[in-house]
């Protein structure tokens, strides 16, 4: 693992979803150098502009931003958000070919000026665009990687937290698969403290029920078509959801996340880019973890696997 800490973020794409992750960045201290990079000029010289003047309140940090891809020259980290975003009744699969063809300009550019980069994927449909930049990049596996469940993980585990009453940091579960419809929910592995979620029972604060399990993964499937009927785009999760996954990777943390990363032969999965438990680090995607898997979960994470394969087939690759 490399001794030095990594240090130029590189955000693409100046909309909610990457003005939102600069915002994070910044108040959270993940980089000290960061660029913002958008085809969008206005949009990403407003966005600095409207950031920098917060710096005074953040920890020390640098933000720029051009519509020049020489902005995120050396970057050692780039996280990709360029691209259409689902309008009401729109699924993410449905952004696949469109957001595929701005990789396939984008890509080539930025391993041109990062060649040494680790390159974290937002872009949806994640799991299918985190595949294709793996293809048109050349760079080995750990170093491509999407941001997958982590944030469906963090929704599953407040809806648990809130019906439990409990915090939710106390609450350890997981949403695997595709970020999108055939997600599963890792209900085995679950736990709240050190107790299995199936034998929560503690005065005051509840069981959950089979009815609870199932009203608590389907609000966890319908947040996002939710926020968007509301306001037009989600930003603050994923947000936060990518922050923390930056700061695995720039402060070398071994961190666990349902991060979105090329399988082979796990569990007899192969060729695809979905999310299981997995170490982050400097390195980028150290390893999926051999997470139990009783049998609905693991014909859950099959189907979940087909379903992303065949939109990337579709795509040509
Ligand atoms: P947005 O429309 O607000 O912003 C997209 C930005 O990308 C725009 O500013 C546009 O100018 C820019 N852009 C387009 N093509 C570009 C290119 N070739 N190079 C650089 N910039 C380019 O959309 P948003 O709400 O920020 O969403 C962005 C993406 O993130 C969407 O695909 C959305 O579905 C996805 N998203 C993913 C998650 C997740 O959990 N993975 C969550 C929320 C949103």
């Known amino acids: 693992m490399p001794d030095q800490p ?3 973020l590189a955000i693409i794409g100046a909309g909610s979803v990457g003005a939102t992750i600069a915002y994070a960045c910044l108040i959270r201290g993940v980089a000290p150098r960061v660029a913002l990079f958008d085809v969008n ?3 990403a010289d407003a966005e600095a502009l409207d950031l920098n003047h917060g710096l005074q309140f953040c920890p020390p940090a640098q933000l720029e931003a051009s519509d020049d891809i020489n902005i995120c020259s050396g970057a050692d980290v780039i996280v990709i958000t360029a691209g259409a975003k689902q309008k009401p009744g729109q699924s993410r699969m449905d952004l696949a070919s469109a957001n595929a063809s701005i990789c396939r300009v984008l890509i080539p550019k930025l391993i041109n000026v990062a060649p ?3 390159l974290l994927l937002v872009t949806n449909p994640v799991d299918v665009i985190t595949y294709i930049t793996l293809k048109l990049s050349g760079f080995p596996t750990p170093r491509v990687l999407g941001s997958g469940t982590v944030m469906d993980s963090s929704r599953f585990r407040h809806l648990i937290a809130k019906r439990v009453s409990v915090a939710v ?5 997981y949403i695997a698969g595709e970020h999108g419809d055939s997600e599963i929910p890792l209900w085995s592995s679950a736990s709240i403290g050190a107790i299995a979620l199936k034998d929560w029972a503690v005065p005051h604060h509840g069981k959950l ?3 609870d399990r199932a009203e608590i993964f389907q609000n966890v499937k319908d947040a996002a078509r939710h926020i968007i009927e509301g306001k037009g785009a989600t930003n603050y999760a994923i947000a936060l959801a990518t922050a923390r996954i930056l700061e695995a990777i720039f402060r070398n943390e071994n961190r666990i996340l349902p991060v979105s990363s090329l399988l082979t032969d796990y569990r007899g999965i192969s060729d695809v ?3 299981v438990p997995s170490i982050v680090n400097s390195t980028g995607i150290e ?4 997470i139990p898997l009783n049998e609905n979960e693991e014909a859950g994470l099959r189907n979940s696997a087909d379903t992303i394969r065949s939109t990337i087939r579709s795509l040509g690759f």
Request: glycine share 0%; with cysteine.
């Open 169 to 173: 940091a106390n609450v350890h579960a």
């Open 287 to 290: 390893q999926p973890l051999p």
């Open 6 to 8: 990594t240090r130029k």
């Open 273 to 275: 880019c979905l999310s």
């Open 41 to 43: 000029k206005a949009k």
């Open 116 to 118: 040494n980069s680790i």
């Open 209 to 211: 029920t089979v009815r």
